[in-house]
Nanobody, 115 residues
Framework: QVQLVESGGGLVQPGGSLRLSCAAS????????MGWYRQAPGKQRELVAA???????NYADSVKGRFTISRDNAKNTMYLQMNSLKPEDTAAYYC?????????WGQGTQVTVSS
């Protein structure tokens, strides 16, 4: 069993930056998927950024060049660095880990980009 807790969301002005964190309750040695999703009101949940089990990264076209996914294995934590934020980035952000065949989700953290 893995518990995931997101943090770092908040209100930020357009052009600003935030760093989201996703802390896992235990070390994850292997995984099938690890990444960040977001969901805005009235819209489908979309994949924002992810690691693959092969070690590569993948980003949605809308965030390429602005967002960076990373992780610190020693801290059991995954991060999403978000720069040059736009109003359309406003959403609830969720981390997700597929581990031993089961998908684990965090509770979500709200990001609001507004002047």
């Amino acid at each position: 069993q893995v518990q995931l807790v997101e943090s770092g969301g908040g209100l930020v002005q357009p052009g600003g930056s935030l760093r989201l964190s996703c802390a896992a309750s235990r070390t994850i040695f292997t995984f099938n998927f690890m990444g960040w999703y977001r969901q805005a009101p009235g819209k489908q949940r979309e994949l924002v950024a992810a690691f693959t089990s092969g070690g590569s990264t993948n980003y949605a076209d809308s965030v390429k060049g602005r967002f960076t996914i990373s992780r610190d294995n020693a801290k059991n934590t995954m991060y999403l660095q978000m720069n040059s934020l736009k109003p359309e980035d406003t959403a609830a952000y969720y981390c997700n880990v597929v581990y031993i065949g089961y998908g684990y989700w965090g509770q979500g953290t709200q990001v609001t980009v507004s002047s």
